[in-house]
C-alpha cells in the first residue's frame, strides 16, 4: 500500500485520468473528491464488498438441476 499525506485542496493522480482532490477535512473524517472518467466504476468499500458477496451467492444458488429445467 503507498501511504501519501495530501492536505486540504491537494490532490493527487492515478493512471493518467483519475484526480482525488482532498475537499475537506472535519476531525477524524475526510470528504474526497474524485474525478473520473464515467467508465469508471468507483463504489464505496463496503457497498463493493456487498456487490461482490451478492454476485457470489447469485452463481452458486443456481445448481446444474435448476439449469436444466430452464431448458
Given amino acids: 500500500m503507498l501511504a501519501l499525506t495530501r492536505k486540504k485542496g491537494e490532490s493527487l493522480i492515478i493512471n493518467n485520468n483519475i484526480e482525488i482532490t482532498v475537499l475537506e477535512i472535519k476531525g477524524d473524517q475526510i470528504k474526497i473528491g ?18 461482490q458477496e451478492e454476485n457470489k451467492a447469485a452463481t452458486t444458488a ?10
Fill in 34 to 51: 474524485i474525478n473520473a472518467p464515467k467508465d469508471v466504476p468507483i463504489y464505496r468499500k463496503e457497498v463493493y464488498m456487498q456487490i
Fill in 62 to 71: 443456481v445448481g446444474p438441476d435448476a439449469l436444466k429445467d430452464l431448458f
